[in-house]
């Protein structure tokens, strides 16, 4: 497997949801991984990186709300979301965050209703 992400859903505002994201070894070991969505009509975006150290940043838009972490035994990264909002639907994919960056998988769709 290069990268799959799963754990997608139709949640309800406020709600919450996990998401899990398998890598290929030559993807992950080592490299900084990142949570990118993309909402209809919009671009894809960045919104949470973890290091192999496991420093993490977020996106404004999701501080406080969305958890990064690895695991680097398994080659997975997770992205636990609280306090979902409407705005927050979107595919939502997995990948290295510094380039050369790999191949996108296809993604998990997160549906959040108001």
């Known amino acids: 497997v290069q990268l799959q992400a799963s754990g997608g859903g139709l949640v309800q505002a406020g709600g919450s949801l996990r998401l899990s994201c398998a890598a290929s070894?030559?993807?992950?070991?080592?490299?900084?991984m990142g949570w990118y969505r993309q909402a209809p009509g919009k671009q894809r975006e960045l919104v949470a990186v973890?290091?192999?150290?496991?420093?993490?940043n977020y996106a404004d838009s999701v501080k406080g709300r969305f958890t990064i972490s690895r695991d680097n035994a398994r080659n997975a990264v997770y992205l636990q979301m609280n306090s979902l909002k409407p705005e927050d639907t979107a595919v939502y994919y997995c990948?290295?965050?510094?380039?050369?960056?790999?191949?996108w998988g296809q993604g998990t769709l997160v549906t959040v209703s108001s």
């Open positions: 070894g030559s993807i992950f070991s080592g490299n900084a």
């Open positions: 990948n290295k965050v510094l380039q050369p960056i790999a191949s």
């Open positions: 973890i290091f192999s150290s496991g420093t993490t």
